[in-house]
């Protein structure tokens, strides 16, 4: 079942406030198991994410949002995307994977739905996050990721999915047919 957070305040004063960007993504390597979704949340509200940290996985595409690894190992990866207005990712999940979705700047729409193999894909629910919003996807969520075209800002979020994503199922609204995906290379690793 998705999740949603409030990640604190910047200006947090508290002694988790210096916890990095860069720390964050030690943590996840050093790790020997599958981090469960509620430490991921954990980490990613301890971290305070400075502009210059995120600066080098940044970077726009004309046609597509774009993928950015900061880190993968045998149980967890974290991605920086970067999404210009209208760009959204096709109905899918996870295929076993959970994942924490982190907004640094921008607005996230993220749609939901449900499946019955009888009646096909249903719209379950729609929300919306900003900057500093955390959401998180259990194994079986099924949503749809984006940036809304009338949003007039470019996007960027950090993803976390543990284990690593491999081939995703995608849906069709009305339809019970189930297609496989392979999100596109990351542009840099
Ligand atoms: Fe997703």
Redesign the pocket.
Known sequence: MAVELRHQSETSSESGGSFSFKDLAKALVVRQSIPRLPELYQLIERTRISQAEVQPYLGLKAGNYSRHRVMRNEFVEMLVLCWKPGQR?PI???NGSH?A?FVHEGILWETTFEYDAETGLAYKAHRELRAGGLTG?EVPDI?Q?GNPDVSGQDLITI?IYAPPLGV?KTYKLGSSTIDLYTPADPDFL
Request: without cysteine.
């Open positions: 990712t899918h999940d996870h994942g979705v996807s949503h990721l993803h995703l």
